[in-house]
């Protein structure tokens, strides 16, 4: 989708602190990080959201969460502890639609979330 901003990143469109690519995600700095370790890791092709995803996707959204680890144990965080988060529809606080796996470590992460 050309106006979706991470399909642009994906692309390259749109320059974004980048800390993993391959031909299925792609992972970078969030701009707003909440944690010293916040990043977004993103499916290259769009699926605006969770409730959007069917049996097939199951082997992407796999990937996401395999590169979320992959990346905490690279950043040294894997011991101590991070959380992924998949944020569905805007009551949830999906604000950008195209589906995206929060990654933060590096700090006590509280909960319930807020």
Not at 64 to 91: H, K, P, S, W
Request: with cysteine; proline share 6%; glycine share 8%.
């Amino acid at each position: 989708m050309s106006s979706c901003l991470f399909c642009r990143i994906a692309a390259a469109e749109i320059p974004a602190k980048v800390i993993y690519q391959d031909a299925d995600v792609v992972a970078f700095e969030d701009i707003n990080p909440q944690a010293p370790l916040h990043c977004l890791v993103i499916p290259r092709r769009h699926i605006a959201t969770l409730n959007d995803v069917t049996p097939d996707d199951a082997a992407l959204v796999g990937t996401m969460l395999y590169r979320a680890a992959q990346i905490a144990r690279e950043r040294g965080y894997a011991d101590g502890g991070f959380r992924t988060v998949f944020n569905c529809n805007a009551d949830a606080g999906q604000t950008v639609f195209h589906i995206h796996l929060h990654l933060l470590a590096g700090r006590r992460l509280g909960w319930p979330p807020g």
